[in-house]
């Protein structure tokens, strides 16, 4: 017997919320992969906001530095594109257990590694 899962029409609703960063995992593909884990604590902080009219907000403290803005988040099937202040950011995101993962993957250029970010937020 074959099990086959209904997909929610609009299961991006879910986004709509609070997120607190929790971590965040960069893994470089150079001659040799090296990974680089950054933890939630006083000096990095970060809340997102999305909104239902498709506009979204942050807060972030890096390395006690404070940043804010406001943006759009526009999503098709898994992945999401948030534009927010000078930077476009193109993810697939999955929602688990209350944690939003965020992963963003560039390919390998002639001037740099290829790598992969994997940040995942808790639900407020």
């Given at each position: 017997?074959?099990?086959?899962?209904?997909?929610?029409?609009?299961?991006?609703?879910?986004l709509?919320?609070?997120?607190?960063f929790?971590?965040?995992?960069?893994?470089?593909y150079?001659?040799?992969e090296?990974?680089e884990?950054?933890?939630?604590d006083?000096k990095?902080?970060?809340?997102?906001s999305?909104?239902r009219?498709?506009?979204?907000?942050f807060?972030?403290?890096?390395?006690?530095?404070?940043?804010?803005?406001?943006?759009?988040?526009?999503?098709?099937?898994?992945n999401?594109?948030?534009?927010?202040?000078?930077?476009?950011?193109?993810?697939?995101?999955?929602?688990?257990?209350?944690i939003?993962?965020l992963?963003?993957?560039?390919?390998?250029?002639?001037?740099?590694?290829?790598?992969?970010?994997?940040?995942?937020?808790?639900n407020?």
């Amino acid at each position: 017997q074959r099990s086959f899962k209904i997909k929610p029409k609009f299961g991006h609703l879910k986004l709509v919320d609070e997120w607190t960063f929790l971590s965040m995992e960069t893994i470089t593909y150079s001659e040799e992969e090296e990974r680089e884990v950054v933890m939630q604590d006083k000096k990095n902080v970060e809340t997102l906001s999305f909104h239902r009219s498709g506009s979204m907000s942050f807060v972030s403290v890096n390395d006690g530095k404070e940043k804010k803005g406001r943006g759009l988040w526009l999503i098709r099937d898994e992945n999401i594109r948030i534009i927010a202040l000078a930077d476009t950011i193109d993810a697939t995101y999955n929602i688990d257990n209350g944690i939003l993962t965020l992963t963003t993957s560039e390919k390998e250029t002639d001037k740099f590694y290829g790598f992969t970010s994997i940040v995942k937020y808790q639900n407020k």
